[in-house]
């Protein structure tokens, strides 16, 4: 089964920083580009970053540019999100997403169930 | 503010029809495929179609997708209330960044 789990979400004060991991199962991990996608309390989706399959490309929003690094480890079949720099408005749950089952040029069939990540004092 | 803009909800009876819009850009959906979501409460969203009009194994055919120019839209034939729930557009950015639509609540009266 292709699997995503995320962990390492919790309350950070401002200005702190958080480790999020993504451990993916039931596919090659390592051929496949990965993202971070979260959702602020009752709003909608925000991608925050891409990283493509043997790290040569990343990407971030604008919003997290200079302060998250994406990164992963095709090894361990893990995709990481270290968040630096935390503001009350980084507070979501953040999902870990890729295209893996589908051949598609768009779009994201496999996520995780999330991790809620809640900045504040 | 999203870069997509989506109506914020729609609404319709059991058994009926529905569309749901998503508008862009040519420097997003113009240039590119789109995708579409639906997110029931309390979880992670699901793939309903991608490149414009795809569905994933397992996606009913009462859900479709098309797309002209900068817009794209959602048909769900056949209204269930199972079918209630958040459902979002994406697409690439001419920057290389995913962007997405703001999210339309759907209704089944």
């Known amino acids: 089964e292709v699997q995503l789990v995320e962990s390492g979400g919790g309350l950070v004060k401002p200005g702190g920083s958080l480790r999020l991991s993504c451990a993916a199962s039931?596919?090659?991990?390592?051929?496949?580009?990965m993202n971070w996608v979260r959702q602020a309390p009752g709003k909608g989706l925000e991608w925050v970053s891409s990283?493509?399959?043997?790290?040569?490309?990343?990407y971030y929003a604008d919003s997290v540019k200079g302060r998250f690094t994406i990164s992963r480890d095709n090894a361990k079949n893990s995709l990481y999100l270290q968040m630096n720099s935390l503001r009350a408005e980084d507070t979501a749950v953040y999902y870990c997403?890729?295209?893996?089952?589908?051949?598609?040029?768009?779009?994201?069939?496999?996520w995780g169930q999330g991790t809620t990540v809640t900045v504040s004092s | 503010q999203s870069v997509l803009t989506q109506p914020p909800s729609v609404s319709a009876a059991p058994g009926q029809k529905v569309t749901i819009s998503c508008s862009g850009s040519?420097?997003?959906?113009?240039?590119?495929?789109v995708s579409w979501y639906q997110q029931l409460p309390g979880t992670a969203p699901k793939l309903l179609i991608y490149?414009?009009?795809k569905r994933p194994s397992g996606i009913p055919d009462r859900f479709s997708g098309s797309k002209s120019g900068t817009s794209a839209t959602l048909g769900i034939t056949g209204l269930q209330t199972g079918d209630e729930a958040d459902y979002y557009c994406?697409?690439?950015?001419?920057?290389?960044?995913?962007?997405f639509g703001g999210g339309t609540k759907l209704t089944v009266l």
């Open positions: 997403a890729s295209i893996v089952v589908v051949v598609a040029a768009s779009g994201m069939d496999v």
């Open positions: 039931g596919f090659t991990f390592s051929s496949y580009s």
């Open positions: 990283i493509s399959s043997s790290s040569s490309y990343i």
């Open positions: 040519s420097s997003n959906i113009g240039n590119n495929y």
């Open positions: 490149d414009n009009n």
């Open positions: 994406g697409t690439w950015d001419s920057s290389l960044s995913r962007v």
